[in-house]
């Protein structure tokens, strides 16, 4: 989980708005070219989501 409006959330969108910005989108001549490109940066935010979230345990002493 990323805490809203945490340090976390500010890497994490940082890192998604550079992993857009390397995206080749150049030459989107067919489906297959887009379907490639949305495959990409669907693997590169699944990557950069999996690096950033805490674990939180909850417990009986835990805030609703």
């Known amino acids: 989980m990323i805490i809203k409006n945490s340090n976390e959330e500010t890497r994490f969108i940082a890192e998604i708005i550079k992993s857009i910005k390397r995206l080749n989108i150049n030459y989107i001549e067919s489906k297959k070219d887009l379907e490639s490109i949305i495959q990409e940066l669907t693997h590169n935010t699944d ?3 999996l690096k950033h979230p805490k674990v939180i345990n909850i ?3 835990s805030k609703l």
Request: charged letters at 35%.
């Open 59 to 61: 417990t009986k002493h």
């Open 47 to 49: 990557k950069i989501w």
